[in-house]
């Protein structure tokens, strides 16, 4: 029974390119949500979708940063124009709606 | 105000003994879920307890155990037996279940490291 899934694990890219991060929930689990977590912080809540649907994205910077979960396929968190300050680690999590949230390793982002 | 507050900057322990983690929280929501998660060195987060808070009991999950005060708003972690493999960064959260039934976003706390000594 296979967990959350999420790839690339690490991601390097230059100031100015697009970053796409890519979470596969678990078998059975309709509910995603993305968190961000800077170095030496907590996870920050960004998005939580589900299929076709954004449910709140009262986390998401306004600007450059955008998340969808289609009917096929993973859902995609979508980082344009990296910045610095984008550099953290982004954690899908999935769960069945009203239960426990089980995360996905993370992917780590590095802008140079 | 912060929703979740961890202020123990850095817990030791002896192999084989127990600590507490503590966790308070604030909240005007009638109903909501308190979590624990672990952080190993490796990055990935780790579920470990969930109390809600109307749960009569207090939550026990194998050697975890929540202490959960309703009415100072706290929600201790209490690991039993400690392993060298219990050393991590543990992370308290709280959803707050809205009336809108929507709202199910997890809000954390800044974390507390462990470090077990043999």
């Known amino acids: 029974n296979a967990g959350v899934m999420q790839n690339p694990r690490h991601l390097v890219r230059r100031r100015g390119q697009e970053a796409r991060l890519r979470c596969s929930p678990m078998?059975?689990?309709?509910?995603v949500y993305w968190y961000r977590q800077l170095p030496e912080e907590g996870l920050k809540f960004m998005v939580y979708?589900?299929?076709?649907?954004?449910?709140?994205e009262s986390g998401m910077p306004k600007e450059r940063f955008s998340a969808e979960f289609p009917k096929e396929g993973p859902s995609i968190l979508r980082i344009q124009q990296v910045v610095r300050g984008d550099s953290a680690a982004y954690f899908c999590?999935?769960?069945?709606?009203?239960?426990?949230?089980?995360f996905g390793p993370g992917t780590r982002l590095t802008v140079l | 105000a912060q929703k979740i507050t961890q202020t123990q900057p850095g817990m030791f322990v002896q192999e084989k003994e127990a600590v507490t983690l503590d966790c308070t929280y604030d909240?005007?929501?009638?109903?909501?879920?308190l979590f624990w998660y672990k952080q190993p060195s490796s990055g990935e987060m780790i579920f470990l307890i969930y109390?809600?808070?109307?749960?009569?009991q207090n939550a026990t999950e194998g050697r975890y155990s929540l202490n959960f005060q309703k009415a100072r708003k706290s929600a201790n972690l209490v690991i039993s037996a400690s392993q060298l493999g219990d050393s991590a960064m543990y992370f308290c959260?709280?959803?707050?279940?809205?009336?809108?039934?929507?709202?199910?976003?997890?809000?954390f706390g800044k974390g507390i490291t462990l470090s077990v000594r043999p």
């Open positions: 909240t005007s929501d009638p109903s909501y879920g």
């Open positions: 979708l589900q299929k076709e649907n954004i449910i709140d």
């Open positions: 078998k059975g689990h309709s509910h």
């Open positions: 959260a709280m959803r707050e279940d809205s009336l809108s039934g929507a709202n199910s976003k997890l809000t």
């Open positions: 109390q809600g808070s109307y749960d009569q």
């Open positions: 999590a999935s769960s069945r709606g009203y239960n426990e949230q089980f």
